[in-house]
């Protein structure tokens, strides 16, 4: 089976990956279906909220297990916002770890994020496995979850020459970038003295970041958090202005509250029963998704 870099360093122009967030057996189970439907990678992503929940070491196992059955399934250890919990994760062999230092000055960011590489070199030396590293540049308003009011500031957004800086000095291997997504679903986002229902995404940026990148001979790939909330044909335009991995965490908790809500009305305390449907839908969309992403090119 490739691993997660062999599967990035495969994939055509304009194709990316599904990542999609978990805290559940049944939400990672809709995955596992999924991918076996499909044959099309994914990763999963546990934050330090949901691993805190499920258990680093059991969310890990969980996706060893598909990728015994030759299931392109990768786990992230997503938004670390410390250096210590990232090098944790680190150590739990996730095959990638987001060092979110977002909430640090930039300054404070580069080093940090440097810290988790170096760290994670003398693992990956130690050991022979390889784990990405991706890095956060820019700022990302909100939180994965439904309403209220989210203020997109000029400030945050990501320019070409801070992605650069970022990943000279650091070396990640993926980096996330702010273009007018958000965390969650907002009922209102204030941009530039506007109040939008749905965010604008700024997909001339991504693609001067992109570009910016590449002529300074820099294949990291491009990341896109919080998807939910975006059109089918704002991913599709994202991924051709240069974004590899979309993140969609907010829609999907949204599917997994609706439905289990649906299908404990059902006539059974069977838990299987009842969580089966859950699995379902959770698995509908994820592949509806795989396969947007993944064949468009
Ligand atoms: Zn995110």
Same mark, same amino acid.
Request: hydrophobic share 35%; aromatic share 8%.
């Given at each position: 089976?490739?691993?997660?870099?062999? &599967?990035?360093?495969?994939?055509? %122009?304009?194709?990316?990956?599904?990542?999609?967030?978990?805290?559940?057996?049944?939400?990672?189970?809709?995955?596992?279906?999924?991918?076996?439907?499909?044959?099309? /990678?994914?990763?999963?992503?546990?934050?330090?909220?949901?691993?805190?929940?499920?258990?680093? &070491?059991?969310?890990?196992?969980?996706?060893?297990?598909?990728?015994?059955?030759?299931? /392109?399934?990768?786990?992230?250890?997503?938004?670390?916002?410390?250096?210590?919990?990232?090098? %944790?994760?680190?150590? !739990?062999?996730?095959?990638?770890?987001?060092?979110?230092?977002?909430?640090?000055?930039?300054?404070?960011?580069? +080093?940090?994020?440097?810290? #988790?590489?170096?760290?994670?070199?003398?693992?990956?030396?130690?050991?022979?496995? *390889?784990?990405?590293? *991706?890095?956060?540049?820019?700022?990302?308003?909100?939180?994965?979850?439904?309403?209220?009011?989210?203020?997109?500031? !000029?400030?945050? +957004?990501?320019?070409?020459?801070?992605?650069?800086?970022?990943?000279?000095?650091?070396?990640?291997?993926?980096?996330?970038?702010? #273009?007018?997504? #958000?965390?969650?679903? /907002?009922?209102?986002? @204030?941009?530039?003295?506007?109040?939008?229902?749905?965010?604008?995404? =700024?997909?001339?940026?991504?693609?001067?970041?992109?570009?910016?990148?590449?002529?300074?001979?820099?294949?990291?790939?491009?990341?896109?958090?919080?998807?939910?909330?975006? &059109? =089918?044909?704002?991913?599709?335009?994202? $991924?051709?202005?240069?974004?590899?991995?979309?993140?969609?965490?907010?829609?999907?908790?949204?599917?997994?509250?609706?439905? @289990?809500?649906?299908?404990?009305?059902?006539?059974?305390?069977? /838990?299987?029963?009842?969580?089966?449907?859950? #699995?379902?839908?959770?698995?509908?969309? $994820?592949?509806?998704?795989?396969?947007?992403?993944?064949? @468009?090119?």
């Amino acid at each position: 089976m490739k691993t997660l870099k062999e &599967t990035l360093v495969s994939l055509k %122009e304009h194709q990316a990956i599904l990542h999609y967030n978990i805290a559940t057996y049944e939400q990672y189970k809709a995955a596992v279906v999924a991918v076996s439907e499909t044959g099309l /990678p994914m990763l999963i992503g546990v934050s330090e909220g949901e691993r805190g929940y499920v258990g680093m &070491t059991m969310a890990g196992q969980w996706v060893q297990e598909a990728q015994k059955k030759n299931l /392109p399934i990768f786990i992230n250890a997503d938004h670390c916002k410390s250096d210590t919990t990232a090098m %944790e994760a680190v150590d !739990a062999l996730y095959d990638e770890v987001l060092m979110d230092g977002t909430e640090f000055t930039e300054d404070e960011n580069i +080093l940090r994020t440097k810290k #988790v590489i170096e760290y994670r070199n003398h693992i990956q030396q130690k050991i022979g496995r *390889e784990i990405l590293i *991706e890095g956060e540049i820019g700022y990302l308003a909100g939180s994965s979850d439904l309403g209220g009011s989210i203020e997109i500031k !000029a400030e945050y +957004l990501t320019t070409p020459e801070q992605a650069i800086r970022f990943v000279q000095e650091t070396g990640v291997d993926l980096l996330a970038i702010s #273009v007018g997504n #958000v965390h969650g679903v /907002p009922q209102t986002i @204030l941009q530039g003295g506007n109040a939008l229902k749905s965010p604008q995404i =700024d997909f001339d940026r991504i693609k001067t970041i992109h570009s910016s990148l590449r002529q300074n001979n820099f294949n990291t790939w491009l990341v896109l958090h919080g998807g939910s909330g975006l &059109t =089918d044909d704002d991913f599709v335009h994202a $991924i051709k202005c240069g974004i590899q991995i979309i993140h969609l965490n907010t829609e999907f908790r949204n599917i997994w509250k609706n439905s @289990l809500k649906k299908n404990l009305e059902k006539d059974t305390v069977n /838990p299987y029963k009842i969580l089966n449907g859950v #699995v379902e839908d959770l698995k509908n969309r $994820i592949i509806h998704y795989q396969q947007l992403f993944y064949t @468009l090119q």
